[in-house]
């Protein structure tokens, strides 16, 4: 059964770093495709950032160059290095695993950016 957790959200100042991670059981992060999403209270979840399994990565337009996805492969983990936070990336962020079959959702970190 796959499984996914996150951590590592939390609160920090405008222009602060923080470095949630995603744990996967059951499956291998190396070998599916990897997200992060972020969804707003009352607004659908918005793409952030993907890594596949060749590596190549993929960001939205608004936090092009700020974050970065990583993937850890011996830990099965995948990263969302978040630089330049705003109050705007204020949000609860999610990890996203996607097979041929289905797409899978952690529980969610709460990112907090005070201004």
């Known amino acids: 059964q796959v499984q996914l957790v996150e951590s590592g959200g939390g609160l920090v100042q405008a222009g602060g770093s923080l470095k949630p991670s995603c744990a996967a059981s059951?499956?291998?992060?190396?070998?599916?495709?990897m997200a992060w999403y972020l969804q707003a209270p009352g607004k659908l979840r918005e793409f952030v950032a993907q890594?596949?399994?060749?590596?190549?990565?993929y960001y939205s337009d608004s936090i092009q160059g700020r974050f970065t996805i990583a993937r850890d492969n011996a830990k099965n983990m995948v990263y969302l290095h978040m630089d330049s936070l705003k109050s705007g990336d204020t949000d609860v962020y999610y990890c996203?695993?996607?097979?041929?079959?289905?797409?899978?959702w952690g529980q969610g970190t709460q990112v907090t950016v005070a201004s």
């Open positions: 996203n695993l996607e097979t041929f079959r289905r797409s899978y």
């Open positions: 059951g499956t291998s992060v190396r070998i599916n495709p």
């Open positions: 890594i596949l399994s060749d590596g190549d990565t």
